[in-house]
């Protein structure tokens, strides 16, 4: 089991930028892939971006490709989603999670129990 903490959400203005941590601590995870995912109200929860364990191999929604970039610091148990030029659509709670892969990760067949997540706010 590997407990997830995700974090760095909060208010910005459409256009803005942020970035958010997802921290891992238990079973180590440095050979599977992360992802991020995110959840508005009333909709389902869906894939942002993934990584591989290695960090050489990335994948990403469209609606977030050059806009969003994804990195990882396995010294530091620690993924990232840098977010830029962010929009009202972007709105949701951010979570992270395991899988096996990048492919994996990108149709949800993820690991772990799902963390908080972390309140992404864009205003117009």
């Known amino acids: 089991q590997v407990w997830l903490v995700e974090s760095g959400g909060g208010l910005v203005q459409a256009g803005g930028s942020l970035r958010l941590s997802c921290a891992a601590s238990?079973?180590?995870?440095?050979?599977?892939?992360v992802g991020w995912f995110r959840q508005s109200p009333g909709k389902e929860r869906e894939f942002v971006a993934a990584?591989?364990?290695?960090?050489?191999?990335?994948s990403y929604a469209d609606s977030v490709k050059g806009r969003f970039t994804i990195s990882r610091n396995n010294y530091k148990n620690t993924v990232y989603l840098q977010m830029n030029s962010l929009k009202p659509d972007d709105t949701a709670v951010y979570y992270c999670?395991?899988?096996?892969?990048?492919?994996?990760?990108?149709?949800?067949?993820?690991?772990?129990?799902w963390g908080q997540g972390t309140q992404v706010t864009v205003s117009s």
């Open positions: 990584i591989g364990w290695t960090a050489e191999t990335t």
């Open positions: 238990g079973r180590t995870w440095t050979t599977n892939a």
């Open positions: 999670n395991t899988a096996l892969d990048t492919i994996q990760a990108s149709r949800g067949l993820t690991f772990d129990s």
